[in-house]
């Protein structure tokens, strides 16, 4: 059995022993700069060949869209002569010729506008912050003195 420990340890230094050396080459070098100049590198380049794809993709996105442009500018006159070409009575009905569509005419804002209700957490918290008292505050928002304390106390823990 003490053959067996004395193995078994002697084993163990091995591996540490390996380890720290290991550890130690990779300390030598980072204080020589090899390794971090090389990782500086490889990062250079890695960045260069993702900055060379963004311009590549940039590119052929400009040139989609002045595609698009020189398509668009080849229609409006067509339709601003047709346009033009309409009796008064097409222009209050609002016809369009066939092949184009209605230009676009975003949704109104609803005239009732949206309500915004805080919390009773909320309500708690500002009416303390005012000044108010427990007791006040509890009344105000139809609520049990205790039930307030606890929200004040859940708020100054946070």
């Known amino acids: 059995m003490l053959l067996f420990l004395i193995m078994l340890s002697l084993l163990l230094h091995l591996v540490t022993f390996s380890i720290i050396r290991k550890l130690h080459t990779k300390l030598e070098n980072m204080a020589n700069g090899t390794d971090s100049k090389s990782a500086a590198e490889e990062t250079e380049q890695m960045l260069n060949r993702f900055l060379d794809d963004i311009k590549e993709e940039n590119n052929r996105l400009k040139s989609m869209l002045d595609e698009r442009d020189s398509r668009h500018r080849n229609v409006e006159p067509v339709q601003k002569d047709m346009d033009e070409s309409k009796s008064g009575k097409d222009a209050e009905k609002g016809d369009i010729p066939a092949g184009y569509s209605a230009p676009y005419t975003p949704p109104l804002p609803s005239q009732s506008g949206d309500k915004v209700e805080q919390s009773e957490a909320g ?17 105000k928002i139809n609520r049990g003195k205790t039930e307030v304390e606890l929200l004040l106390k859940f708020y100054r823990k946070n």
């Open 123 to 139: 309500m708690v918290i500002s009416l303390y912050e005012q000044g108010h008292s427990l007791e006040e505050i509890a009344r």
